[in-house]
């Protein structure tokens, strides 16, 4: 009775380490920190800062993070083009507006991001409209040679502080990501966004761990 009890203990120790590693490593995310922004296209303009996309200003205590509601957009917080002009119209398929975000210096495990649109009423000085609509998402791991990764449209942005809008894709490896904007949702002079934050695998859980030790004893119970 004694040996049965002590095998379904170890047992029972691996399955709630499996279940608890695998929930927890398929629902929780990392932030990659330290992003910067490295280039952008001769066709961006900065009437709000375009350092404001990746500074976490607007979002709880103004720090980056996957989550949180963003206040609504102004100039200390977001950015946006200079009025539009024929010299530099507003973006389009074959006129992109492109920012490159460096990771780091050496491949990181990339998932996803997290995206914050322009946020205001439906007309005025900051509106709405202005937001990303059609955009792709491309990668690289020396930042001069880049692949597709995402392709997609925006929701657009309300008109109260609101939270992120989660896109999630299959792991690659980057130092740099590049988005490119190809149309707004409407407005004739403008384009920009709050913020971006990118997320990468969470570090190995503790319920791995507990997951590691329970097999290790289901190993040694059987070889006693």
């Given amino acids: 009775m004694m040996k049965l009890t002590t095998k379904s203990l170890v ?9 608890l590693g695998v929930a927890q490593n398929a629902q929780a ?19 709000w800062a375009v350092d404001n996309v990746i500074n976490g200003s607007g979002l709880p205590g103004n720090k980056p993070s ?23 119209p507003l973006p389009s398929p074959t006129n992109p507006l492109s920012i490159t975000f460096q990771l780091g210096a050496v491949p990181t495990d990339l998932i996803g991001f997290s995206f914050w649109n ?12 202005m937001g990303v609509k059609d955009a792709n998402l491309e990668y690289s791991t020396d930042g001069t040679n880049f692949s597709s990764l995402w392709t997609g449209s925006f929701l657009k942005g309300g008109t109260t502080a609101s939270g992120p809008e989660v896109v999630n894709f299959s792991l690659v490896k980057a130092t740099h990501v590049r988005l490119n904007i190809t149309s707004n949702y409407g407005q004739a002079q403008r384009v920009g966004f709050n913020e971006i934050a990118f997320k990468s695998i969470p570090e190995p859980s503790a319920s791995l761990a507990l997951l590691g030790l329970g097999l290790a004893g289901v190993g040694l119970r059987k070889r006693i």
């Fill in 11 to 19: 047992l029972s120790t691996a399955t709630f380490g499996l279940m």
């Fill in 118 to 129: 322009i946020t205001g009423p439906s007309s005025g000085t900051i509106s709405n409209p």
């Fill in 29 to 47: 995310s990392k932030l990659i920190t330290g992003v910067t922004i490295s280039a952008t296209s001769p066709n961006l303009t900065q009437n």
């Fill in 66 to 88: 996957l989550g949180g509601t963003h206040a609504l957009s102004a100039i200390t917080n977001a950015w946006r083009t200079n009025s539009a002009t024929t010299a530099l």
